[in-house]
């Protein structure tokens, strides 16, 4: 299962030539961690953001040492939840949402479960390896501590809420020391922006992480609620995956063109793809570039709660 988000054309216009596409990792990687990666259509190797937690010296990142390891509680074309326990005693709660075509957010939530305190600092990593540009590396914009990087015509901006400081590990991260008592619920949102000018960027991503995060979500919860059409087989498994069908149907919409006058599609909507040099989606490959009938009326079988986006396809 590739859990793959992206701006959703039901609840946000996606930008045809750079629409930048994420894709979530339970695990694996180097280093090895809960990660949200893209490539922004090849124009960076990776761009990579997964958390790290602190406790009396001892680092964990990677999900095989977590106390409970990461599961998908909720998802849609441009969301997603997932929940684990990194330590013994604190749950964690991290959610990613894709708000635009140039912008992801997300938001983490830590629940101190055990019968003590917990004294951690949680770090919020932004690995970036550009073809051509500069890795991420923690600087200073208005006062706050931002993550800032180059791949080719972006500068992506990493902002996280809470006053963090510059992480001292061996990856560029912004770091929250925190004192948890039993039963406390501590809550932070950050927000990764990529736009030309890295001034833009850091605006956009603060916009992003002071939006009403309870507020978004239930918008795309009811939505899926109305769209998504539950089938149960009896067979958990089977439910998942003819619910996880509709999720990707969803996903691979992209909004109405000069050409084509309703909502259309691409074929397939991966970290590679997205970006036109052009400009203008001219270049785009084969599946990002025009609607074909057949792909059209098998879309349409896989989104039976949304006819009018059939309709849509038949009309183009």
């Not at 990579?48 to 390891?69: A, E, L, T």
């Not at 208005?142 to 590990?169: C, D, H, I, R, Y």
């Amino acid at each position: 299962m590739q859990l793959t988000i992206a701006a959703d054309a039901r609840l946000s216009d996606p930008n045809y030539a750079d629409d930048h596409i994420w894709q979530l990792d339970l695990g694996g990687g180097d280093p090895s961690a809960l990660g949200l990666r893209t490539t922004y259509g090849l124009r960076a190797r990776l761009m990579r953001i997964f958390p790290r937690f602190f406790q009396n010296g001892k680092i964990i990142n990677d999900p095989v040492d977590f106390s409970r390891g990461p599961a998908v509680r909720f998802f849609a074309p441009n969301f997603l939840d997932v929940d684990f326990s990194p330590l013994t005693g604190l749950d964690v709660r991290a959610e990613y949402w894709v708000a635009g075509s140039n912008v992801v957010a997300g938001r983490i939530t830590l629940s101190n479960r055990a019968i003590t305190p917990l004294a951690i600092s949680v770090e919020l990593a932004g690995q970036l390896i550009p073809i051509e540009g500069q890795p991420m590396s923690a600087v200073q914009r208005q006062s706050v501590s931002v993550l800032e990087g180059k791949a080719e015509n972006l500068s992506p901006v990493l902002f996280l809420t809470g006053g963090p400081q510059p992480g001292p590990g061996p990856y560029p991260a912004l770091l929250l020391p925190l004192d948890l008592p039993p039963g406390n619920v501590r809550q932070f949102s950050w927000a990764l922006a990529a736009l030309a000018d890295p001034q833009d960027s850091f605006d956009l991503a603060r916009r992003t992480a002071a939006r009403p995060f309870d507020a978004e979500r239930a918008r795309i919860e009811l939505l899926t609620q109305s769209q998504t059409v539950e089938i149960q087989t009896g067979d958990p498994d089977w439910d998942a995956a003819l619910a996880f069908s509709q999720k990707s149907a969803f996903g691979l919409f992209l909004g109405k063109s000069d050409h084509l006058p309703h909502s259309s599609f691409a074929l397939v909507r991966q970290p590679d793809l997205g970006y036109s040099r052009q400009g203008d989606g001219s270049d785009h490959p084969r599946f990002w570039s025009g609607q074909m009938p057949l792909e059209s009326y098998y879309l349409s079988t896989v989104i039976p709660g949304a006819p009018e986006l059939a309709c849509g396809l038949l009309k183009n």
